[in-house]
């Protein structure tokens, strides 16, 4: 399995990005999804996941904001981000749920 998440930058807080993450190695028709973000000296944490049924869950600090998303003949994951605040600074990885394996992630800046 290889992951490719891009899309990340330097923004302004209230501002919006849209993530993608290409995946290879696997069908993401079946498989479930998942967006895990690490900010600068904290642990990795858990933001959103979207099964292959379409059924999503959001971490509490990012419901209302982000929306995680796919499209299956690009076999890419997306999760976009609206309202950004500062404490949403971090590196944004996507993995296969059940999948021992991150990507090198895309860093979210986001200024006050």
């Known amino acids: 399995v290889q992951l490719q998440a891009s899309g990340g930058g330097l923004v302004q807080a209230g501002g919006s990005l849209r993530l993608s993450c290409v995946v290879s190695g696997i069908r993401l028709s079946a498989h479930t999804m998942d967006w895990f973000r690490q900010a600068p000296g904290k642990e990795r944490e858990f933001v959103a996941t979207?099964?292959?049924?379409?059924?999503?869950t959001y971490a509490d600090s990012v419901k209302g904001r982000f929306t995680i998303t796919s499209a299956t003949v690009k076999n890419t994951v997306y999760l976009q981000i609206n309202g950004l605040k500062p404490e949403d600074t971090a590196v944004y990885y996507c993995?296969?749920?059940?999948?021992?394996?991150w990507g090198q992630g895309t860093l979210v800046t986001v200024s006050s």
């Open positions: 993995k296969p749920s059940g999948y021992a394996v």
């Open positions: 979207l099964t292959h049924l379409g059924r999503t």
